[in-house]
């Protein structure tokens, strides 16, 4: 016990708080039972060490974090942990990594219902299901996800500037202003192509030339490590996964022929369907849908994406399809808070009223002569007119 309070103690410490990531703010702090869930190195171990740093004084023992892949935990439980946390005068345990602890949500579970006067907040995989645990936490639990960086916050954490976020409506009405106040401060195309290759993930900071090498790493692990730690899955199909992940790299935006895609790795269609979703879940790919009703683990998507940016640049370097990238992008932001489904007329539909067509400067409106609501998201722009948008306005939504 006291080893763990030595390393929560020494990593509060020597965390920052000039940078928070957005999710900070909306979460309800007050509640017992918190989730976060997210990729690898989107920072939501920062997020909880911020939030002990900046509520609780210096070598509190009113606030504990601890990593349950610790090797503390290979001799002791988690319910020993809360018990003597509390006996302590613990108000507030932060629990990392809980995929990687065998029992975690029922002795979450037994945690929450024992000691009613002490909160839990835990993080988890983005593959990581709540509802699917031993114990089902979902009525219990306030759950949030914490997606990549967006183009705002890189801005902040690259170069110090803040920029206040905007919602569709402010983007539709006000994008000239917008874009107007923020080019008083930074060039953004500039910004915006080094986002596009490196910026999605906070830990780009720590080597930018590594990073792409980094990032795929880090997809093998998460693929490696935490898909097994959270799904029942053989290597085998782990294999399948990363082969069909190298497949559609080449392809995206892919319209899917299941039958194609299956024989060529010599699958089933379920575990064709089923690779896809985790493959999403992961992070690493998005899928688009007709309709807006989360993730369907066996429904064939209308089409497929990488999951950000920085993968077509970490896999096709100086090849990297730009049209792809645009796409990419606006999807990749704009999921965050609107509901983004697929159409054969145009690239996206937003919320299921917007349609949206990406493409560069020179991009007509040819495409949108019928459509209703229609818009232009164009790159290699600093400031837009009538129904054309800067692209890169779309990643200051949040």
């Known amino acids: 016990m006291k080893q763990l309070f030595a390393t929560s103690y020494q990593l509060i410490e020597r965390t920052s708080t000039e940078f928070v990531r957005y999710l900070y703010n909306e979460i309800r702090w007050g509640n017992r039972l918190i989730a976060i869930t997210g990729a690898r190195g989107s920072g939501k171990t920062t997020l909880m060490l911020q939030y002990i740093k900046e509520h609780y004084t210096a070598y509190s023992n009113e606030a504990l974090y601890a990593s349950l892949d610790n090797i503390w935990f290979f001799r002791h439980s988690l319910l020993e942990l809360a018990d003597e946390f509390h006996k302590m005068g613990g108000k507030i345990l932060f629990l990392d990594e809980v995929h990687k602890y065998p029992t975690w949500s029922v002795e979450i579970k037994n945690i929450y219902d024992s000691y009613p006067d002490m909160k839990v907040v835990f993080t988890g995989s983005s593959l990581l299901e709540i509802h699917k645990g031993e114990a089902d936490l979902s009525r219990r639990a306030a759950i949030y996800h914490l997606h990549g960086l967006s183009f705002r916050e890189f801005l902040m954490f690259e170069y110090g500037h803040k920029v206040e976020t905007v919602t569709l409506s402010d983007i539709l009405t006000r994008h000239v202003e917008i874009a107007m ?41 998460i693929l490696d490590v935490d898909l097994p730690s959270t799904e029942k899955i053989d290597y085998y199909s782990i294999g399948k996964m990363k082969k069909l992940f190298a497949i559609l790299a080449e392809l995206v935006p892919y319209i899917p022929n299941v039958s194609a895609l299956s024989k060529e790795l010599e699958v089933t269609r379920i575990s064709l369907l089923n690779y896809l979703f985790y493959l999403q879940k992961a992070q690493g790919l998005l899928l688009l849908d007709k309709e807006a009703s989360g993730i369907k683990q066996l429904a064939k998507p209308e089409k497929i994406y990488l999951g950000n940016t920085n993968y077509a640049y970490a896999l096709g370097g100086d090849k990297t399809d730009i049209g792809n990238v645009r796409e990419t992008f606006f999807f990749n932001q704009t999921r965050v808070r609107h509901a983004v489904t697929y159409s054969p007329k145009v690239d996206f539909i937003l919320d299921g009223t917007y349609s949206f067509e990406i493409g560069g400067k020179n991009k007509t409106k040819e495409q949108l002569r019928e459509v209703p609501n229609g818009y232009l998201a164009l790159d290699n722009i600093e400031v837009g007119y009538g129904n054309q948008i800067p692209l890169w306005i779309f990643g200051l939504m949040y």
């Open 181 to 221: 106040n923020v080019g008083k401060v930074i060039k953004p195309l500039v910004a915006f192509k080094e986002y596009l290759s490196y910026g999605y993930y906070p830990f780009y900071k720590e080597d930018k030339v590594l990073y792409h090498e980094k990032l795929l790493a880090t997809l093998n692990i």
